[in-house]
């Protein structure tokens, strides 16, 4: 599946559970490459209701190569490129949520593993992380990722809890 030239590459909006999108090339749209949300409100994700994002390659989108907004995905063994080309504010792998969504629902309980992101950019700030975990995001899981040449940092965590990072190669970020 080849995904270009969108204002959103691949969008999933109050969708069910146990979704997959596998090796796809998701590239050149205006805004985010991905942007997996949370469920459907009459469903409760769990554990045993997790969804996927493998093996995918993900480049020159707008904005975030990747916006996870819900809960319970995995995002594992993606190359992840030259995202962020007109958009002030991105990253790679971008995991946040608002107040406004909250509970089950939230940015919470994600594993972001095996991924290679790298030259992430942020034309006019101090952006353009490899991985950002952000606001209100909790018990996430980021393991085994290489992260290197994006303007901003390699692995960013903002105003979060329980969070586990570890065993990720980061190098040469922070290029701006």
Same mark, same amino acid.
């Given at each position: 599946?080849?995904?270009h030239?969108s204002?959103? /590459?691949?969008? %999933?909006?109050?969708a069910g559970?146990?979704?997959?999108?596998q090796? *796809?090339?998701v590239? #050149?749209?205006?805004?985010?490459g991905?942007t997996p949300?949370? *469920?459907d409100p009459s469903?409760?994700?769990?554990?045993?209701?997790?969804?996927?994002?493998?093996?995918?390659?993900?480049?020159?989108? /707008?904005?975030? /190569?990747?916006?996870?907004?819900g809960? %319970? @995905?995995?995002v594992q063994?993606?190359?992840?490129?030259?995202?962020g080309i007109?958009?002030?504010?991105?990253?790679g792998?971008?995991?946040?949520?608002?107040?406004?969504? *909250?509970g089950?629902?939230?940015?919470?309980? #994600?594993?972001?593993?095996?991924n290679?992101?790298?030259?992430?950019?942020?034309?006019? /700030?101090?952006?353009?992380?490899?991985?950002?975990?952000?606001? %209100?995001?909790? %018990?996430?899981?980021?393991?085994f990722?290489?992260? @290197?040449?994006?303007?901003?940092?390699?692995?960013?965590?903002?105003?979060a809890?329980g969070?586990?990072?570890?065993?990720?190669?980061?190098?040469?970020?922070?290029?701006?």
């Amino acid at each position: 599946l080849n995904v270009h030239d969108s204002y959103v /590459g691949v969008q %999933f909006t109050q969708a069910g559970l146990q979704n997959t999108l596998q090796n *796809s090339q998701v590239f #050149n749209n205006v805004m985010d490459g991905i942007t997996p949300g949370p *469920s459907d409100p009459s469903l409760v994700p769990d554990a045993n209701h997790q969804s996927y994002i493998l093996n995918n390659a993900i480049h020159d989108n /707008g904005s975030h /190569g990747m916006e996870v907004t819900g809960p %319970f @995905w995995t995002v594992q063994e993606n190359k992840i490129t030259h995202n962020g080309i007109s958009s002030s504010g991105t990253s790679g792998i971008h995991v946040y949520s608002t107040p406004v969504v *909250s509970g089950v629902h939230a940015c919470n309980d #994600n594993t972001v593993s095996y991924n290679y992101v790298t030259t992430q950019q942020d034309p006019n /700030g101090v952006d353009g992380n490899g991985i950002q975990i952000d606001d %209100f995001c909790d %018990f996430n899981t980021v393991a085994f990722n290489v992260v @290197w040449a994006n303007s901003g940092a390699g692995v960013s965590v903002l105003d979060a809890q329980g969070n586990i990072i570890v065993a990720n190669t980061s190098y040469s970020n922070a290029t701006d």
